[in-house]
């Protein structure tokens, strides 16, 4: 217990659950989306891109989420274009190998990947600033507003987009709409687990809940919970254990999928 108080003594770490936990109910709320919709690797892509834009803010010296937010969106749309032609994995890939390209290019340009460039690559949220908490906070209410909003318009385009369609859903607006959300998120993620891991914090929740539940919205439900316990459980294992802390979250969002698995595994006995 002494231990836990200590853990909630310090401003950083309750910076970094406020951020933590609103990044994570984003991402498993947009994860059951992409997932359902066999979408799920462009938060990879878009991770490596923004791995790319924040060398490149870096470089220049400017704060790297006012680079990354634009340039990830604009690469969120540019997959969502190439995808309609039935290139997506293709796309993704291309994008995938562009970003990395670019941010190790930029970081041989400025001798080398400095501290600032290992937080974003692997994560480091207890680091995070006040202005960043502040930042994480006002796009993630953005992003739920908008996922509240529409709700009913992404449940109807991710089971079938072409009878969506028909029945009056704006469906260029509504995949446009998550894609850019996606965006945003995959950003703010990076702070949280890093551009290697921002993936698996999206993935993951979705995939334990659909193995729990087939019921969109008690899925939905589990994912986000899921997804938040992953956050609080792993920050104070890494904080317990001095491990880093994106990787434990992403190991205790595993731990949890494999007890979906393995409970799935002993129903049907």
Request: glycine letters at 8%; aromatic letters at 12%.
């Amino acid at each position: 217990m002494a231990l836990l108080f200590d853990f909630f003594h310090y401003d950083f770490v309750w910076r970094a659950l406020i951020a933590g936990v609103l990044v994570a109910a984003c991402c498993a709320a947009l994860g059951m989306f992409l997932v359902l919709r066999n979408l799920s690797l462009i938060s990879d892509g878009l991770s490596h891109i923004g791995f790319g834009t924040i060398a490149i803010g870096l470089f220049f010296g400017i704060y790297p989420l006012y680079v990354s937010l634009p340039l990830v969106i604009a690469a969120s749309l540019l997959i969502l274009r190439l995808t309609k032609r039935g290139t997506g994995d293709a796309a993704i890939g291309m994008v995938s190998a562009i970003g990395v390209a670019v941010g190790v290019i930029v970081a041989s340009l400025n001798h080398g990947v400095n501290v600032d460039m290992m937080s974003y690559l692997f994560g480091n949220i207890l680091t995070i600033s006040p202005l960043e908490m502040w930042l994480a906070v006002a796009l993630s209410l953005v992003v739920m507003t908008m996922i509240y909003i529409f709700y009913w318009d992404f449940f109807a385009t991710t089971f079938d987009n072409n009878y969506a369609e028909a029945m009056g859903v704006r469906t260029l607006f509504i995949n446009r709409l998550l894609m850019i959300l996606t965006a945003v998120v995959v950003v703010l993620s990076i702070r949280v687990v890093g551009a290697v891991l921002v993936s698996a914090l999206i993935i993951f929740p979705a995939m334990t809940a659909l193995r729990l539940s087939q019921q969109f919205k008690i899925a939905m439900g589990l994912a986000l919970m899921v997804s938040l316990l992953s956050v609080v459980v792993g920050m104070f294992a890494s904080f317990i254990f001095n491990l880093p802390t994106g990787a434990t979250i992403v190991v205790i969002n595993g731990v949890f999928f494999l007890g979906a698995v393995l409970l799935g595994l002993a129903r049907k006995k």
